[in-house]
């Protein structure tokens, strides 16, 4: 079956760096765009990235130019990385991607951003 396992979160301070990855099975992992959401205690999830089977990429506003998602199709896995941190970027963060009408999320990773 599909799963889709992330991994990477943590606790940094403002300004800091993290990178999450998330690792699937179950499916040509290369025909598929992947992207990853978050969502803050209170909020709506939200689309952080995404990027498609060929590699082209989608950044929220929030967050260009500070964070950067990839692919290695070789292992499966999807990455984001993140620099400059804010407060603001505290969340769970989820890795998604969606066959036909059927969609896959992650159990999450917790980043949080604090001094």
């Known amino acids: 079956q599909v799963q889709l396992v992330e991994s990477g979160g943590g606790l940094v301070q403002p300004g800091g760096s993290l990178r999450l990855s998330c690792t699937a099975s179950g499916f040509t992992f290369s025909a598929y765009h992947m992207s990853w959401y978050r969502q803050a205690p209170g909020k709506e999830r939200e689309l952080v990235a995404a990027i498609s089977s060929g590699g082209r990429t989608y950044y929220a506003d929030s967050v260009k130019g500070r964070f950067t998602i990839s692919r290695d199709n070789a292992k499966n896995t999807v990455f984001l990385q993140m620099a400059s941190l804010k407060p603001e970027d505290t969340a769970v963060y989820y890795c998604?991607?969606?066959?036909?009408?059927?969609?896959?999320w992650g159990q999450g990773t917790q980043v949080t951003v604090s001094s």
């Open positions: 998604y991607t969606k066959m036909g009408p059927d969609d896959y």
